[in-house]
């Protein structure tokens, strides 16, 4: 079980707030002390000097030369609006038009043969499999759960993996959903989620976040995704800071109090927003190629995770995915050393529109990956929802 109230105390006493959430730094105030009264007329005598009397001063000529005491800022002349970053394209407007038609997930052939199948099938048994993961992935929820994805290298699909399960979720649900991006600045989520051009990032909403705010001004700094929910990027793209842990534990804390679900694409382990993002999360998803290195690397993480004081091993559920067509490692025997640990695995099967690269269209997914991808997303929240 996370232990929430250690980590987010921290922040509080961090930030010195008394709502957790970060504002834009003051800085302090230059007081200027006022000038000394002119000394009394001698002509009124001691009752003019006990009564602040005195004579006009003789006038001095003008003079270009700037007064030479500071003004008194005020603290509202001093919180100064912040500036809004600039739209930036996910992808290179020629690349965009180099994309060719995505594939489906599914050849020709198997998309007719498994109408074929259904056609002479019962579909009972499918449906009530189907109403059983639904009910799962529609649980209600008391404060938002937040589910974090990472894996021990990139390249295997992890940020396909979030933007999959934020999708998921989002098509499930009826409450808001959110997919957060916290990787090295030059994650693929955006991308995968099929937005057009990022904003506003973790890093900026981190200094605006209020506890005022309701969800439609908050919605305000995030990317609409085309089949609902909402997207925040790590950065614009840039090459530069990576996302810190203070940033990442104020973000997450503060939306918390909008979104459902929190599908976190963490960078991958042991970076130390990892490694916090794992500690803290209600449910963790591990993503692991199906080759022999990456299964063994895998394990040592599952090992790991197991040492940690709140058991995270029992709310953590690991997609093996397949990256290519020709697997030489046993994907049987991969899943059943992973599955020694005491997780669940759920495998992704090869899927030709999710190797094309580019925006993911759920309609163009193999039925094997959907079916899977319920079903990872179902396992996650279930573990999510049983963290109190």
């Given at each position: 079980m996370a232990q929430e109230g250690d980590w987010q105390l921290d922040v509080l006493r961090?930030?010195?707030?008394?709502?957790?959430?970060?504002?834009?730094?003051?800085?302090?105030l230059r007081l200027v002390h006022p000038a000394p009264a002119p000394p009394a007329d001698p002509r009124l005598g001691l009752a003019g000097a006990a009564s602040g009397q005195h004579l006009d001063p003789p006038a001095r000529p003008p003079s270009s030369a700037p007064d030479p005491r500071p003004a008194v800022r005020t603290p509202r002349d001093l919180r100064l609006p912040m500036p809004t970053p600039e739209s930036v394209p996910t992808l290179d407007p020629?690349?965009?038009?180099?994309?060719?038609?995505?594939?489906?997930?599914d050849s020709m052939a198997r998309r007719t043969g498994r109408s074929i199948r259904k056609l002479t099938a019962s579909a009972a048994q499918d449906v009530a499999e189907q109403t059983r993961i639904a009910r799962e992935l529609q649980q209600p929820v008391t404060t938002g759960r937040v589910i974090a994805v990472t894996s021990i290298r990139g390249g295997v699909g992890k940020s396909t993996v979030s933007a999959l399960l934020g999708r998921t979720f989002n098509h499930y649900r009826h409450d808001p959903v959110l997919t957060l991006e916290a990787d090295a600045a030059l994650g693929t989520l955006p991308v995968r989620m099929g937005a057009e051009s990022v904003r506003w990032s973790c890093a900026d909403l981190a200094q605006i976040l209020t506890p005022a705010m309701q969800l439609t001004d908050v919605t305000g700094y995030l990317v609409p995704v085309t089949d609902g929910g909402w997207l925040l990027p790590a950065s614009q793209g840039h090459v530069g800071a990576p996302l810190d842990i203070r940033t990442y534990r104020t973000v997450t804390l503060a939306l918390r109090r909008y979104f459902a679900v929190t599908v976190v694409d963490c960078e991958c382990l042991p970076g130390e927003v990892a490694r916090t993002a794992m500690d803290t999360a209600h449910a963790r998803v591990v993503v692991a190629p199906t080759t022999a290195e990456g299964v063994n690397g895998t394990r040592l993480v599952l090992d790991w995770l197991a040492q940690l004081p709140h058991s995270a091993l029992a709310s953590t559920v690991v997609a093996l995915t397949a990256n290519s067509p020709d697997l030489i490692l046993d994907g049987k025997a991969a899943?059943?050393?992973?599955?020694?640990?005491?997780?669940?695995?759920?495998?992704?099967?090869?899927?030709?529109?999710l190797a094309g690269g580019g925006p993911i269209r759920t309609e163009m997914l193999g039925e094997d990956t959907r079916d899977a991808t319920v079903r990872l997303a179902a396992e996650a929240m279930q573990r999510a929802v049983r963290v109190r």
């Amino acid at each position: 079980m996370a232990q929430e109230g250690d980590w987010q105390l921290d922040v509080l006493r961090e930030l010195g707030q008394p709502d957790g959430l970060a504002r834009p730094a003051e800085p302090p105030l230059r007081l200027v002390h006022p000038a000394p009264a002119p000394p009394a007329d001698p002509r009124l005598g001691l009752a003019g000097a006990a009564s602040g009397q005195h004579l006009d001063p003789p006038a001095r000529p003008p003079s270009s030369a700037p007064d030479p005491r500071p003004a008194v800022r005020t603290p509202r002349d001093l919180r100064l609006p912040m500036p809004t970053p600039e739209s930036v394209p996910t992808l290179d407007p020629r690349l965009s038009h180099a994309l060719g038609s995505p594939q489906h997930g599914d050849s020709m052939a198997r998309r007719t043969g498994r109408s074929i199948r259904k056609l002479t099938a019962s579909a009972a048994q499918d449906v009530a499999e189907q109403t059983r993961i639904a009910r799962e992935l529609q649980q209600p929820v008391t404060t938002g759960r937040v589910i974090a994805v990472t894996s021990i290298r990139g390249g295997v699909g992890k940020s396909t993996v979030s933007a999959l399960l934020g999708r998921t979720f989002n098509h499930y649900r009826h409450d808001p959903v959110l997919t957060l991006e916290a990787d090295a600045a030059l994650g693929t989520l955006p991308v995968r989620m099929g937005a057009e051009s990022v904003r506003w990032s973790c890093a900026d909403l981190a200094q605006i976040l209020t506890p005022a705010m309701q969800l439609t001004d908050v919605t305000g700094y995030l990317v609409p995704v085309t089949d609902g929910g909402w997207l925040l990027p790590a950065s614009q793209g840039h090459v530069g800071a990576p996302l810190d842990i203070r940033t990442y534990r104020t973000v997450t804390l503060a939306l918390r109090r909008y979104f459902a679900v929190t599908v976190v694409d963490c960078e991958c382990l042991p970076g130390e927003v990892a490694r916090t993002a794992m500690d803290t999360a209600h449910a963790r998803v591990v993503v692991a190629p199906t080759t022999a290195e990456g299964v063994n690397g895998t394990r040592l993480v599952l090992d790991w995770l197991a040492q940690l004081p709140h058991s995270a091993l029992a709310s953590t559920v690991v997609a093996l995915t397949a990256n290519s067509p020709d697997l030489i490692l046993d994907g049987k025997a991969a899943a059943a050393h992973l599955r020694e640990t005491g997780v669940t695995v759920v495998p992704l099967p090869y899927d030709r529109h999710l190797a094309g690269g580019g925006p993911i269209r759920t309609e163009m997914l193999g039925e094997d990956t959907r079916d899977a991808t319920v079903r990872l997303a179902a396992e996650a929240m279930q573990r999510a929802v049983r963290v109190r």
